[in-house]
């Protein structure tokens, strides 16, 4: 679809410039043998290239050994000395070279455990470690201070209760026991970390009865079954825990957060939650009776999993008590003040704070974030500076639920709505694969950008070996080849870009490395661990860390060329091109609902469940969908879609006539921008029902388990809701959305026919 909308606009660019301009340049990736930037008029673009080399050359120097060493020596977990002690740290390094620097605080409710226990009720007494051992060769994981394994803001608690094991956790796993005649009221389930966020399974079970959950990670995931442990492998230990937080939106709310402070208990959660590792689990799955779990509950460890819940079965104990207290965050602001446009932003950003140490999370980004200040730095000493403001920012508080970056973003809503023009994202990275989403309009940007940076394993640009991995995957599941384009996946959840992409309608992209979850290295094997430590990363994340090199460079690219480009280099044929996708998308997911339901209730009819059931599982039939599914009507939707294309083609093709004869001034520069500015706020709603602080009506985080990205949410939500006139009137609402933003797009274009 992609190379369909670039062909369009090379004819359209042939109509209205002539045969020579028909003969410029299409969108693609640019390389040494094609020396233009897309957002570059006339030499602006070898200036930009000569000043990336320099930049290059001044990371070559940077200490990043040193850097990532420093700021993992000690745990960086809210509240830590060693996390205020590396803000102050980052905030000096900032200063010494040459930013504009300050450090805003913000007070935050934190619940972290004081006293946990999870023991079996049975003549062993088994009980769970909630602290992990020091490991041979890792002099790192013999700190002290390091927070035991938890999940943050468990509501306080202390149960006796028959265990029972739910595999993942999920609304399937529930239904299945449903139809096996099983129960969880009033029981505390066992469940694998896999499938879903950590926030749904607890509310999950407690909707279902469940009086307590403990979640654990299974070595099938990432532990033995994937590889060698630490430290002779990379892969997760018996005694490794992941750490993590239930999340909860109401921390900064002045009215609920003294409620949940005195409450001990969230507003929509009340039973207590703890976190274990597989060699604990195996203790208390081991114990489990009744009937062997369904074959895909089954997991890595060596003995088949029991469901158990059976009367007279084992009990376990769950006790969670937190200190529920308030601790400050540490936002590190840094500023170098644009020539030309300084009321015009580009942010970029990564987390400080850690589970423990941090290094493959968040430390090896922080690591570039410091290269690349430097480089810029010194350069902007040196009289060489953007022409658009740059505010670099260590964020605090992304581990308890993505706070730091949402306060800050939320104290600077107005300001930042009117002078952001992108947000670039880092946080877990390592070696491998480039891997890049972010909003459909940055796809050009990206790809132009992985073209200029040399991948250190290969030796070819980091685009080309994406490209090359996208070739080969498709093959081996003989799938059609990827096009020689891709366009970005929108952003879900997930890390610190949320509140400007979501919330406020800035572009946003982010960017990391790594091997897929499914290749031969997992992205952060031992995630939310003790052992993410310096030791690791240098042995299996990125040793000698050339990727973080490499991320460095890819970022300045990012970010200087917004910062100098005279046109922002947005591409919305490719938002168009996404987005026709996502209605699709959306049209197919509400006929197969519609078609689920028939087939389901026909078969119910027919007994077929009962007469295919295995009958010595004892399975019930499952239960009957609702028939009444309407069919959606997106006409409005897709018309407005088509419009959005026509507006990007005609940009398209005005854009190529300027870039090839530079006339316009600055103002018109100023003017245009600004309205390329406005496309994609255009995209913004009055807020999502039920989530309100969410406004993008093309993106935000999904409500569906183990799915980070929903498009379209607005009309999405509606469907799934079964709520058939707000998704018409959604469709609606979206559609004028999409028109405003072409609007917006046709306005830019006007500006720049005015030369």
């Given at each position: 679809?992609?190379?369909?909308?670039?062909?369009?606009?090379?004819?359209?660019?042939?109509?209205?410039?002539?045969?020579?301009?028909?003969?410029?340049?299409?969108?693609?990736?640019?390389?040494?043998?094609?020396?233009?930037?897309?957002?570059?008029?006339?030499?602006?673009?070898?200036?930009?290239?000569?000043?990336?080399?320099?930049?290059?050359?001044?990371?070559?120097?940077?200490?990043?050994?040193?850097?990532l060493r420093r700021l993992t020596s000690a745990p960086n977990h809210i509240g830590s000395p060693h996390n205020l002690q590396n803000a102050e740290f980052i905030a000096a390094q900032f200063k010494a070279f040459g930013w504009q620097t300050r450090i805003e605080k913000f007070p935050v409710l934190v619940a972290y455990p004081s006293t946990q226990q999870f023991k079996l009720l049975d003549e062993s007494g088994?009980?769970?470690?909630?602290?992990?051992?020091?490991?041979?060769?890792?002099?790192?994981?013999?700190?002290?201070?390091?927070?035991?394994?938890?999940?943050?803001?468990?509501?306080?608690?202390e149960i006796e209760a028959p265990l029972i094991y739910v595999h993942q956790g999920l609304s399937a796993d529930y239904e299945e026991l449903s139809r096996l005649g099983i129960d969880v009221a009033g029981k505390i389930v066992l469940v694998s970390s896999s499938g879903a966020s950590r926030w749904i399974k607890p509310r999950l079970a407690q909707a279902h009865g469940a009086v307590g959950i403990v979640i654990f990670s299974d070595p099938s995931e990432d532990g033995y079954v994937k590889g060698d442990v630490y430290p002779r492998g990379a892969w997760r230990t018996p005694q490794t825990i992941q750490r993590g937080t239930l999340g909860i939106d109401d921390l900064f709310d002045r009215e609920k957060s003294p409620l949940i402070q005195a409450s001990k208990k969230?507003?929509?959660l009340s039973i207590p939650v703890a976190t274990i590792g597989y060699g604990d689990a195996a203790a208390f799955l081991l114990a489990l009776g009744g009937r062997t779990g369904?074959?895909?509950?089954?997991?890595?460890?060596?003995?088949?999993?029991?469901?158990?819940?059976?009367?007279?079965?084992?009990?376990?104990?769950?006790?969670?008590?937190?200190?529920?207290?308030?601790?400050?965050?540490?936002?590190?602001?840094?500023?170098?003040?644009?020539?030309?446009?300084?009321?015009?932003?580009?942010?970029?950003?990564?987390?400080?704070?850690?589970?423990?140490?941090?290094?493959?999370?968040?430390?090896?980004?922080?690591?570039?974030?410091?290269?690349?200040?430097?480089?810029?730095?010194?350069?902007?000493?040196?009289?060489?500076?953007?022409?658009?403001?740059?505010?670099f920012a260590s964020w605090d508080g992304e581990e308890i639920g993505i706070v730091g970056s949402r306060v800050w973003a939320d104290a600077h809503a107005a300001e930042l709505g009117k002078k952001a023009v992108l947000y670039l994202n880092n946080d877990t990275t390592s070696r491998g694969y480039l891997n890049v989403s972010g909003n459909p309009a940055l796809s050009r940007l990206i790809e132009e950008a992985s073209a200029d940076v040399r991948d250190p394993e290969?030796?070819?640009?980091?685009g080309a070996r994406l490209q090359a991995r996208r070739a080969v995957v498709a093959a081996e599941k003989n799938a059609s080849a990827p096009g020689q384009h891709y366009i970005l996946e929108p952003l879900g959840t997930g890390s610190d870009y949320i509140a400007f992409t979501h919330h406020l309608g800035i572009p946003s992209v982010h960017v990391r490395y790594g091997y897929d979850r499914d290749g031969d290295e997992e992205s952060v094997p031992i995630y939310h661990s003790l052992?993410?430590?310096?030791?690791?990363?240098?042995?299996?994340?990125?040793?000698?860390?050339?990727?973080?090199?490499?991320?460095?460079?890819?970022?300045?690219?990012?970010v200087l060329r917004v910062a100098n480009a005279d046109i922002l280099p947005w591409d919305y044929a490719a938002t168009a091109a996404a987005l026709q996708k996502q209605i699709e998308d959306l049209q197919s997911y509400n006929r197969s609902l519609a078609e689920r339901?028939?087939?389901?209730?026909?078969?119910?009819?027919?007994?077929?469940?009962?007469?295919?059931?295995?009958?010595?599982?004892?399975?019930?039939?499952?239960?009957?969908?609702?028939?009444?599914?309407?069919?959606i009507d997106l006409t409005e939707l897709k018309s407005a879609s088509q419009g959005l294309s026509q507006q990007a083609q005609t940009f398209a093709a005005i854009y190529d006539q300027a870039a090839s004869s530079p006339r316009l001034s600055a103002a018109d520069?100023?003017?245009?921008?600004?309205?390329?500015?406005?496309?994609?706020?255009?995209?913004?709603?009055?807020?999502?029902?039920?989530?309100?602080?969410?406004?993008h009506l093309l993106q935000a985080p999904s409500q569906q388990e183990g799915a980070d990205l929903e498009t379209l949410p607005a009309i999405r939500d509606a469907i799934d809701q079964h709520q058939w006139d707000a998704a018409r009137l959604a469709v609606l609402t979206t559609a004028r959305a999409v028109e405003a933003a072409g609007n917006q797009l046709a306005r830019a274009t006007t500006i720049l026919t005015q030369h």
């Open positions: 679809m992609q190379i369909g909308i670039r062909a369009t606009r090379a004819l359209l660019c042939a109509l209205l410039c002539g045969s020579a301009a028909a003969a410029a340049p299409e969108s693609v990736p640019q390389s040494a043998n094609n020396p233009d930037l897309y957002g570059f008029l006339g030499a602006h673009a070898e200036t930009e290239r000569t000043l990336e080399k320099r930049l290059d050359a001044t990371l070559d120097t940077a200490d990043l050994d040193g850097w088994y009980e769970a470690h909630f602290s992990e051992p020091a490991v041979e060769g890792d002099a790192d994981s013999r700190v002290a201070g390091a927070l035991p394994g938890m999940e943050a803001y468990s509501p306080d608690g969230l507003p929509d369904p074959p895909r509950w089954q997991g890595g460890l060596p003995f088949a999993y029991h469901v158990g819940g059976e009367t007279g079965g084992v009990k376990g104990r769950l006790v969670v008590h937190s200190q529920w207290q308030t601790e400050t965050l540490y936002d590190v602001i840094a500023t170098l003040k644009g020539t030309e446009e300084p009321d015009s932003w580009v942010v970029r950003g990564v987390h400080h704070d850690a589970w423990v140490l941090g290094a493959w999370d968040p430390h090896a980004g922080t690591t570039a974030l410091l290269a690349e200040a430097r480089a810029l730095g010194q350069l902007y000493q040196q009289g060489i500076k953007p022409k658009r403001t740059l505010v290969t030796g070819v640009s980091v052992y993410d430590s310096y030791t690791h990363y240098q042995r299996f994340g990125d040793p000698g860390l050339k990727y973080i090199d490499a991320l460095s460079k890819i970022d300045l690219r990012i339901a028939r087939r389901r209730n026909e078969l119910l009819d027919q007994h077929a469940y009962a007469q295919a059931a295995a009958t010595w599982r004892g399975e019930a039939e499952p239960p009957r969908q609702d028939p009444a599914i309407a069919q520069l100023k003017r245009a921008n600004d309205a390329l500015r406005s496309v994609e706020q255009a995209l913004l709603g009055r807020g999502l029902s039920g989530r309100s602080w969410y406004r």
